[in-house]
């Protein structure tokens, strides 16, 4: 059995990776007001977008879930032959690197243990939002020019 299809699980893999990015995205966007200020919220079945604590507590879900989805897969390069990451996957890889970085930053800052400094915040914030735009902008562009995560000799044919 070859590695890609380990690691993907086939579509069970994908559309609960494709969910778990649609919903942070989504989610995360919605900490900011725009929802309700661009009257989405006011869509039918959207109004929950509209509620901050709401949406911050399941973009917290899908954020379980992305370390749930990206540990198993880490796993399973570690001890499934360790393919070679194309450019795009590499590129890919280290800017959910930086997603997660600049994630872990603003869950610390709610601990009474922990003090960051206002500039290290406002770096941490605007980097996440920023690293989550240049994530879709990737995955858009990677995904018009049909390139995988992983090398052509690991994938099958």
Not at 15 to 25: E, F, K, N, S, T
Not at 30 to 51: N, V
Not at 111 to 137: M, N, Q
């Amino acid at each position: 059995m070859r590695f890609q299809n380990q690691l993907s699980l086939g579509r069970v893999y994908k559309w609960l990776w494709g969910l778990c990015i649609l919903g942070l995205v989504f989610t995360g966007f919605g900490q900011l007001p725009i929802y309700a200020r661009y009257k989405l919220s006011t869509l039918p079945g959207l109004k929950w977008s509209a509620d901050f604590y709401f949406t911050h507590a399941l973009h917290e879900v899908f954020a379980f879930l992305f370390i749930a989805l990206a540990v198993y897969a880490i796993i399973l390069w570690l001890f499934g032959g360790r393919p070679a990451l194309s450019k795009a996957g590499i590129l890919k890889l280290i800017i959910l690197v930086g997603i997660f970085a600049t994630g872990i930053v603003r869950v610390l800052k709610n601990f009474h243990d922990f003090y960051f400094s206002p500039d290290t915040l406002l770096v941490a914030d605007l980097g996440h939002l920023a690293l989550a735009v240049v994530f879709l902008v990737a995955i858009a562009i990677t995904a018009a020019l049909s390139s995988p995560w992983f090398k052509k000799e690991y994938r099958e044919q």
